[in-house]
């Protein structure tokens, strides 16, 4: 399994932005799928995950901003960040674990990708 981050980038404070993760992979859909975040010197935070049925979690700090969505014809998984603040700036990361269920620890994903750096200026 593979995964690649992209679209991040230099916004403002109020602005959004939508991050992609394509997964090469044959079953796309047994994956669940996941985004964390880096600040430096700072664990990885839990952001959001779906599964191949489509249910999902969010980090408390990301709830009602951020939508995580899936797209099985493009092997895509999309993060869709609104009203983003400095708190946001980080390095995000995309995740892989082979299972139906949630999960939002690291140690849970045995797939990742390289990030792809968020800034958010005030």
């Known amino acids: 399994v593979q995964l690649q981050a992209s679209g991040g980038g230099l916004v403002q404070t109020g602005d959004s932005l939508r991050l992609s993760c394509a997964v090469s992979?044959?079953?796309?859909?047994?994956?669940?799928l996941a985004w964390f975040r880096r600040v430096p010197g700072q664990d990885r935070e839990f952001v959001s995950a779906?599964?191949?049925?489509?249910?999902?979690s969010y980090a408390d700090s990301v709830k009602g901003r951020f939508t995580v969505s899936r797209d099985s014809a493009r092997n895509t998984m999309y993060l869709q960040m609104n009203n983003l603040n400095s708190e946001d700036t980080a390095v995000y990361y995309c995740?892989?674990?082979?299972?139906?269920?949630?999960?939002?620890?690291?140690?849970?994903?045995?797939?990742w990708g390289p990030g792809t750096l968020v800034t958010v200026s005030s």
């Open positions: 992979v044959r079953a796309f859909s047994t994956l669940t």
């Open positions: 995740a892989a674990a082979q299972t139906n269920r949630l999960r939002d620890s690291p140690t849970g994903f045995r797939y």
């Open positions: 779906i599964t191949g049925s489509g249910s999902y």
